[in-house]
Antibody, heavy 119, light 110 residues
């Protein structure tokens, strides 16, 4: 059974940093691209970042967030720096599928971890 | 403002059929495949449809997807109260080099 478990969320002040983790199990982690998708309170879904061999980022986080993975530990990470109030959201880890970006989708999602940026 | 446009809400009676539209452009829906996600209250999103019209294992055939030009549609037949949820469309946007989602549609089963 595929499982994705996020951790690392919490309360942080504007300008601060936080590192999210996603522990994966039930599949060959190194064979899949992985993603972070966020959802601000009461709002819709927003793609944040993807990684296969290289990383892709939404413009809203480019230069502030860094996605990485450790295939030996079956883990995905998101280093978030220079955090802003508008980064407040539940952050979901999601497995990516699709033979190409033109057919990309997310087939499994974790339960999410809440990041609150507030003074 | 979301890149993909969905109606904020739709409603129908139990047993009836409902459709949810998702409108985009040539840089996203027009040239890329669409996926649909169901998010029940206080839960993570769940994949319903991928590659425009394919259902993952375990998704009942009451759920269907289609695409024409720069628009996509999710159809749900035989509505149940358990279908009350937010539904999102998503796809790759070749101009933005990003995955984009619709703003979400809240389904109410009256």
């Amino acid at each position: 059974e595929v499982q994705l478990v996020e951790s690392g969320g919490g309360l942080v002040k504007p300008g601060g940093s936080l590192r999210l983790s996603c522990a994966a199990s039930g599949f060959t982690f190194s064979s899949y691209s992985m993603n972070w998708v966020r959802q601000a309170p009461g709002k819709g879904l927003e793609w944040v970042s993807s990684i296969s061999s290289t990383g892709y980022y939404a413009d809203s986080v480019k230069g502030r967030f860094t996605i990485s993975r450790d295939n030996a530990k079956n883990s995905l990470y998101l280093q978030m720096n220079s955090l802003r109030a508008e980064d407040t959201a539940v952050y979901f880890c999601a497995r990516g599928r699709g033979a190409a970006l033109t057919a990309y989708y997310f087939d499994y999602w974790g339960q999410g971890t809440l990041v609150t940026v507030s003074s | 403002q979301s890149v993909l446009t969905q109606p904020p809400s739709v409603s129908a009676a139990p047993g009836q059929k409902v459709t949810i539209s998702c409108s985009g452009s040539s840089s996203n829906i027009g040239n890329n495949d669409v996926s649909w996600y169901q998010q029940l209250p206080e839960t993570a999103p769940k994949l319903l449809i991928y590659e425009n019209n394919k259902r993952p294992s375990g998704i009942p055939d009451r759920f269907s997807g289609s695409k024409s030009g720069t628009s996509a549609t999710l159809g749900i037949t035989g509505l149940q109260t358990g279908d009350e949820a937010d539904y999102y469309c998503g796809t790759w946007d070749s101009s933005l080099s990003a995955v984009v989602f619709g703003g979400g549609t809240k389904l109410t089963v009256l």
